[in-house]
């Protein structure tokens, strides 16, 4: 079964993360099939709804993400975080890399930036 | 006059002409004869002469080649084309050839490849005007022998103008012996170091009590590149009460290192010795003690040793020592107001015999913290040769004085290294950090433990193994579960990917548990023991994305310890307080 489905509308490319532990053992996979996905909108969300936890080579997997769209200067917003994944981007700081929203539907809105920036 | 007359007067004067005639030319012949005689005289003295400078020269030409045939460096004289054109008994020797068989030969034989294709050219660059590379100077270079074996060879070349001719000169010294003495040589010295490494690790540094009650306890060492004569050691008298003893012998090398044991022996002798029932000695009785077993053999041996001997006591709140010429003390209070280095003012063991020691006593307060050193810290050097020195080591530890003692530690090393410009330094490094915690013992909640493999589809029931031990603890969860998950899930993963190099099926044992006001968890392995700094920290700018695991788990934890267990297994001891201040 695909650990990443994606779905494009020209804006955004939404991409969910099927996966409960985004972790040392599932990183390599989800790595591969991103790949593929990225790069076809301005906008890149990743619904990270299904995650419940995430450990430093998941941490490594978002800015390898962030590093990728930053070329082509795309903007990556990350929604749906479980309080174990919002403990451990909190403590690395990395809503001054990119955007993260509570809600998912929220992402694909006008103007995510102002309002979800950080938004504990 | 009758012509008869007339004709015999002409006579007489043809006579006297004739015979005037004659008789010069006598005269011009004797000349002759003289000079002849004369000239034979000096041709004589000239062949004699040349006959005694032509055995000259060939004394001369005999002394040149016995002298060039008794050389103990091979000699090689090549023509501008790099025939060559003498070989001496030494060359033989060092190449395996005989003379006759290659005088006349190019003398890139001699060399391996590169050279030995290239030796043309490098001669004709020469000849050209070019640059000289080898002529003039000596270098190392590597030579070919008949038998086609390569050896290290120190060559000189000179150049000598002969008339028209132009020849090179080269000098070769055989270094082979000397390369395989200097392999030997470092190979000992490199032996040397390893056996005094291993003393010093072995013996010279104890490990820090852990699971003092009320006493953070944490030590670091980082061993120069020669053996030093630092050593530490801890006397654990009770769960609230340990002895510390902190030293430094003079001079390097293994006899340091033994000495630096021998004198911990000393002091653990001394303090048994002097120990009746569980009343411990007064500490300065146990430097008498000490000091008068070790300081005669110390004066034989020419060398003294520092000492900082000190008594930590939570119940009391009490830190006595005695500074025996060593470093003193940092004594840093928990609202960081004061700040100081404290000293005694005792001299070095194995100065003076019969001298007696004197004993200084502190007060401390939770929060308190206490840094011993060595000097390896204060006298480190910056690149620009400005020393550390104990300002900069007192701020460091007033500004990290809210750690816990791992921590204070990691902190100074850091600071060290970054002051330094590297991690490699010229002394040993050591210090010792006792931070002092709140005394009262607690009551443990609950206990349970796990034995996985190191397999990465392990790691999802080790955090359900976690998480459900935290949620049956019964205290609110106010974040601190999921960032307690999130640590023993790196330090895990750590174990499975550095100690175990990512080899499935070996053992990991995590024990938690829980107290009212902290959990700890342990987590033991049987790979290679993980040092806090073997993993490299990471950098948080977006230009990497690994590494991020240690900082994670430096963040999420309130204390991080590395240890052997009784069984002999690396552990890592995390504790993660509870409550909120």
């Not at chain 1, 590093?67 to 809503?95: K, P, T």
């Not at chain 2, 033991?524 to 240690?550: M, N, Q, W, Y």
């Amino acid at each position: 079964m695909k650990k990443v489905t994606h779905t494009n509308d020209g804006t955004n490319t939404i991409i969910e993360l099927r996966v409960r532990d985004l972790d040392v053992g599932a990183v390599a996979e989800i790595k591969t099939e991103l790949e593929s996905a990225i790069g076809k909108a301005p906008r890149l969300i990743l619904d990270l709804e299904e995650v419940e936890f995430m450990d430093s080579s998941g941490a490594g997997l978002l800015v390898w993400l962030w590093r990728r769209l930053r070329a082509s200067e795309s903007e990556l917003v990350i929604c749906g975080l479980s309080q174990q994944v919002r403990v451990v981007l909190d403590s690395l700081n990395f809503s001054r890399l990119f955007t993260i929203v509570e809600d998912c539907e929220q992402g694909a809105g006008t103007d995510p930036i102002e309002g979800g920036r950080d938004s504990r | 006059m009758s012509l008869e007359e007339t004709l015999r007067r002409r006579l007489a004067r043809e006579r006297a002409a004739r015979e005037e005639a004659e008789r010069l030319l006598e005269g011009k012949s004797r000349e002759l004869y003289d000079v002849n005689l004369q000239l034979e005289a000096r041709r004589a003295t000239l062949e004699q002469a040349v006959g005694e400078r032509t055995a000259e020269l060939q004394e001369s030409e005999a002394r040149i080649r016995a002298i060039l045939e008794g050389a103990v460096d091979g000699i090689i004289t090549i023509d501008s084309g790099g025939a060559i054109d003498s070989f001496n008994a030494a060359a033989s020797e060092i190449f395996g050839y005989a003379a006759d068989e290659i005088v006349g030969c190019k003398v890139n034989r001699l060399m391996p490849e590169p050279h030995h294709s290239q030796h043309d050219d490098y001669l004709a660059r020469y000849i050209d005007g070019g640059d000289p590379k080898v002529i003039g100077t000596g270098r190392e270079v590597v030579g070919l022998r008949k038998d086609g074996a390569t050896f290290p060879m120190y060559l000189s070349v000179s150049e000598v103008v002969f008339g028209d001719r132009q020849l090179f000169t080269g000098i070769v010294h055989d270094l082979s012996a000397r390369k395989r003495t200097e392999v030997a040589l470092a190979e000992a010295r490199q032996r040397e170091a390893e056996v005094g490494g291993r003393i010093q690790q072995s013996l010279l540094f104890g490990q820090p009590p852990l699971e003092m009650m009320g006493l953070d306890v944490a030590a670091l060492t980082i061993p120069s590149q020669s053996v030093d004569g630092d050593f530490f050691d801890f006397f654990r008298n009770d769960d609230m009460c340990f002895d510390l003893l902190i030293g430094d012998v003079m001079g390097k090398g293994v006899v340091a290192a033994l000495i630096g044991a021998g004198t911990k022996a000393h002091f653990l002798r001394a303090l048994n010795k002097l120990t009746t029932g569980t009343r411990l000695p007064r500490l300065a009785a146990v430097v008498d003690s000490v000091s008068s077993a070790l300081t005669p053999q110390l004066i034989e041996l020419e060398t003294f040793v520092t000492t900082l001997y000190a008594r930590v006591s939570r119940a009391t709140g009490k830190v006595e020592f005695v500074d025996c010429g060593h470093t003193g003390l940092i004594h840093c209070s928990a609202s960081g107001d004061q700040c100081t280095v404290i000293e005694g003012h005792d001299l070095p063991l194995g100065i003076i015999e019969g001298e007696s020691f004197q004993q200084v006593e502190i007060d401390t307060e939770t929060g308190d913290l206490l840094l011993l050193y060595s000097d390896g810290i204060t006298e480190a050097r910056s690149p620009s040769q400005e020393q550390f020195g104990t300002a900069r080591l007192q701020d460091c530890v007033r500004r990290h004085r809210h750690l816990g003692a791992q921590a204070v530690v990691d902190e100074i090393r850091t600071t060290l290294v970054e002051f330094s410009g590297g991690e490699e330094f010229d002394d040993d490094f050591t210090c010792v950090a006792i931070k002092m915690e709140p005394p009262a013992p607690e009551k443990i909640r609950m206990s349970s433990e796990l034995t996985l493999t190191s397999d990465v589809s392990e790691l999802g029931r080790l955090r359900t193994f976690v998480g459900e031990a935290v949620s049956e603890s019964d205290i609110e969860d106010l974040g601190w579960q999921a960032e307690l998950v999130t640590a023993v899930n790196e330090v895990v993963t750590n174990v499975m990917r550095h100690a175990y190099h990512g080899q499935p099926g070996k053992p990991i044992r995590i024990e938690l548990e829980m107290y009212p006001s902290e959990a700890v968890v342990r987590i033991c392995h049987r790979g290679i023991g993980l040092k806090r700094h073997s993993v490299p920290s990471p950098s948080l700018d977006g230009t990497e994305d690994g590494g991020f695991g240690l900082f994670l788990v430096d963040r999420m934890v309130d204390r991080i310890a590395y240890y052997q267990n009784e069984a002999g297994d690396d552990c890592i001891l995390l504790v993660k307080k509870v409550t909120r201040p």
